[in-house]
Nanobody, 123 residues
Framework: QPQLVESGGGLVQPGGSLRLSCIVS????????IGWFRQAPGKEREGVSC????????NYADSVTGRFTISRDNAKNTVYLQMNSLKPEDTAVYYC????????????????WGQGTQVTVSS
């Protein structure tokens, strides 16, 4: 059964760092892009970052550019989101999602989703 499982969320002070992981299982190849999305209370889900199937192409939301870094280790079936210089406005549930091959900024283009991991940035 294909599955995506996020981990690494938690409570961190402003300026701190967290690394989220998304473990992908149940697929026989790595021909998929992984996107990270987030949803804060009372707000719509928004795209944060995406990485293509081989990791050659990455993109980021303007709000996280320069602070977040996405990467993938296909040998471990894992995609990471390194989040530095965290701000209170980064507080949200973070989800990873899968689509074939190429990135997209539209959550409707992703067919498989994880259950989410909570990130809270607060002093």
């Amino acid at each position: 059964q294909p599955q995506l499982v996020e981990s690494g969320g938690g409570l961190v002070q402003p300026g701190g760092s967290l690394r989220l992981s998304c473990i992908v299982s149940g697929y026989t190849d790595h021909n998929y892009a992984i996107g990270w999305f987030r949803q804060a209370p009372g707000k719509e889900r928004e795209g944060v970052s995406c990485i293509s199937s081989r990791g050659y192409i990455t993109n980021y939301a303007d709000s996280v550019t320069g602070r977040f870094t996405i990467s993938r280790d296909n040998a471990k079936n894992t995609v990471y989101l390194q989040m530095n210089s965290l701000k209170p406005e980064d507080t949200a549930v973070y989800y990873c999602a899968r689509r074939n091959y190429y990135c997209s900024g539209h959550d409707g283009d992703f067919s498989s989703w994880g259950q989410g991991t909570q990130v809270t940035v607060s002093s």
